[in-house]
């Protein structure tokens, strides 16, 4: 097999609680604002520990799909495929552009979960009108492949085309993934990310009742805190990410806008516990020296560092430990922050829009901030890059994604420069 060592970014894709596309999103991280809010997709009550998301907001599948077809498609695929619509029309490939040969054009696109929007829904069909009542599209609209399927069906693609499913490293292991079919030969071209809406109220309270979202119901701007000593919990967010990701060989043919450089990447298991994190973030580690390693990187060549930080007690404590013992001493030189400060965390669809961000910061060298960090916890001392972005060159940056199960996924991005 033809070998290419070099994968590069030149599309990105984005739909968030701050935006629903790249550019909005980036503006609103930028200026350090936060997606979150009161619930409005369900109607909840005092029985609801957790009663604050940060949703997705003015979103009109009609801008971009056919009405039968935004009725047979469950949210997490409608915004799959306009975050991969967004992004291939960045990389000026809506048609191929006559380069790309279909059968070396894939799609891997992950989700947490899928659509349990549906499922919900279903259920509630079944149970009060009966069986015969139950819709012929719930299979397709619910299991989690289908954007990936649906993506590839848009695009032509015709080469390696799948989900990955692994909690919240879903999009993350999407783009490791994507990235070795390219630098090994077998694609010249990728779409790759994920998505993800669960905010119903079956999933809100599965993970409320784990303790694991914030309950500062009062003031949803400020519930997402990151090492800060004041979190307790995430905010469950919605949306998707999708980079296109193409071999460098491809991207020059063709006279493509190169974004940045995907580089390496490091994946593990904690083989520990299926939500808690392994003691001193053991996984994370792994993760983290593997993507130094396969990309051929000293400690002191990251600059910045997009990090997990859920504004969960145990991850933020892990993750903090796991990075000081991979960089040690320049562990105090990084620059690190949790985006999900201001986006929530969206599950299956985070490491997709982690990596868009972390690209974005390698090729503006800005850093965004982490925010409503007011209370430092001791146990967390880094430079998190409070309440405000800085401009700092960043030559290389690392995402990290974390999920339940003990899954680990860190990618390794570095600016473009096209000596």
Not at 125 to 143: A, C, N, Q, T, W
Request: glycine content about 10%.
């Amino acid at each position: 097999m033809k070998k290419s060592s070099r994968v590069v970014i030149t599309g990105l894709g984005a739909v968030t609680p701050l935006g629903n596309e790249v550019d909005a999103t980036w503006l609103r991280i930028k200026n350090g604002e936060s997606g979150a809010g009161v619930i409005t997709r369900f109607d909840h009550n005092e029985e609801f520990p957790t009663r604050i998301a940060c949703e997705v907001k003015d979103f009109d599948p009609l801008n971009f799909l056919e009405k039968k077809e935004a009725r047979r498609f469950d949210r997490f695929t409608q915004y799959a495929l306009k975050a991969a619509d967004e992004a291939i029309a960045q990389a000026g490939l809506e048609d191929g552009s006559g380069f790309v040969k279909p059968e070396r054009f894939g799609v891997i696109f992950g989700s947490g979960i899928g659509g349990i929007t549906t499922l919900e829904e279903q259920h509630d069909v079944l149970r009060e009108k009966g069986p015969r009542f139950v819709s012929p599209f719930f299979i397709p609209m619910f299991i989690p492949d289908i954007a990936a399927g649906l993506i590839s069906i848009r695009a032509g693609a015709k080469g390696p085309n799948y989900a990955t499913v692994s909690a919240c490293a879903s999009s993350a292991h999407a783009i490791c993934d994507a990235y070795r079919y390219i630098a090994s030969g077998e694609a010249d071209v990728m779409v790759a990310g994920g998505s993800e809406s669960t905010l119903t109220p079956l999933a809100v309270m599965g993970f409320a009742n784990m303790k694991a979202l914030s309950r500062r119901n009062e003031n949803p701007e400020e519930a997402s805190r990151p090492f800060d000593s004041g979190r307790d919990g995430f905010v469950i967010g919605e949306g998707a990410g999708a980079v296109l990701l193409e071999s460098l060989e491809m991207a020059r043919k063709r006279g493509a806008e190169i974004i940045a450089e995907i580089v390496g990447y490091g994946v593990s298991a904690d083989a520990y516990h299926i939500t808690l994190p392994a003691p001193e973030g053991e996984g994370a580690q792994y993760a983290m020296q593997r993507a130094l390693d396969s990309a051929s990187l000293r400690p002191q060549d990251v600059d910045y560092i997009n990090a997990h930080g859920t504004s969960t007690m145990a991850n933020d404590r892990n993750e903090t430990k796991a990075i000081r013992t991979v960089f040690g001493d320049h562990a105090d030189q990084l620059l690190v922050s949790s985006t999900k400060s201001m986006t929530g965390h969206l599950l299956g669809a985070a490491g997709g829009v982690e990596t868009v961000i972390s690209a974005l910061a390698c090729s503006e060298n800005l850093v965004p901030p982490t925010i409503n960090y007011t209370d430092p916890d001791p146990d967390c001392d880094l430079n998190y890059v409070p309440n405000q972005l800085i401009e700092s060159e960043i030559s290389v940056a690392l995402s990290n994604s974390f999920g339940f199960g003990g899954h680990n996924a860190c990618i390794a991005l570095r600016a473009w420069d096209d000596e």
